[in-house]
């Protein structure tokens, strides 16, 4: 690779992480929205997201995406230079929720993926999002285009109804075991 590149990065990641980790104090508590849970079956650490819990009224979408690199960096003490992470997002209505509309959440996502692909080169194997309903399917081809190629090809969409009784739609086990999920 182009060294010089290799250290602008890194210099750019040290005056990232200096500005914004720790959390600053008056950075919002924001509800328990993601969480590592086990192991994906490939072996990869997991994250589990539930969009349900996003709440833009606590917070906006850069805090989502600094909490997530928060919660990245605390782990990267524990994880080899190698080893890779499993996101799961479940976009399943929840009780007690806020239970935001997808367009709601686009730009959390949007801010996650700038902040930790900017910052966490090379982590994320594979980005599970579920279950999706078919009018979803067209706010992800009106969404990938500002995703980095690279990512945008890790990402995999599993289709179904996604109110609070829909169960995980059944293509999920061939990622994670049944313990690693919310039904």
């Known amino acids: 690779g182009d060294e010089g590149a290799g250290d602008a990065m890194l210099r750019k990641h040290i005056e990232w992480r200096a500005e914004s980790l720790p959390l600053p104090a008056e950075h919002p508590v924001l509800p328990d929205w993601a969480f590592y849970h086990g192991r994906a079956k490939d072996g990869t650490r997991l994250l589990c997201v539930l969009g349900a819990k996003i709440d833009l009224s606590q917070g906006t979408a850069a805090h989502y995406a600094l909490s997530a690199a928060a919660m990245w960096d605390a782990l990267e003490a ?71 190629t690279a990512t945008a090809s890790k990402i995999v969409l599993l289709g179904g109804p996604a109110s609070r009784a829909s169960p995980a739609p059944v293509r999920l086990a061939e990622f994670v075991s049944h313990d690693a999920i919310r039904e």
Do not use: C, H, K, M
Request: charged fraction near 15%; hydrophobic fraction near 50%.
């Open 78 to 148: 524990e994880l080899t230079t190698s080893e890779q992470l499993t996101v799961i997002v479940d976009t399943r209505a929840g009780d007690g929720s806020t239970n935001p509309p997808v367009w709601d959440v686009v730009p959390v996502a949007r801010a996650a993926a700038s902040v930790l692909t900017a910052n966490f080169p090379g982590r994320v194997r594979r980005i599970v999002v579920y279950p999706l309903p078919s009018a979803a399917t067209a706010v992800w081809q009106a969404f990938r285009w500002v995703l980095p």
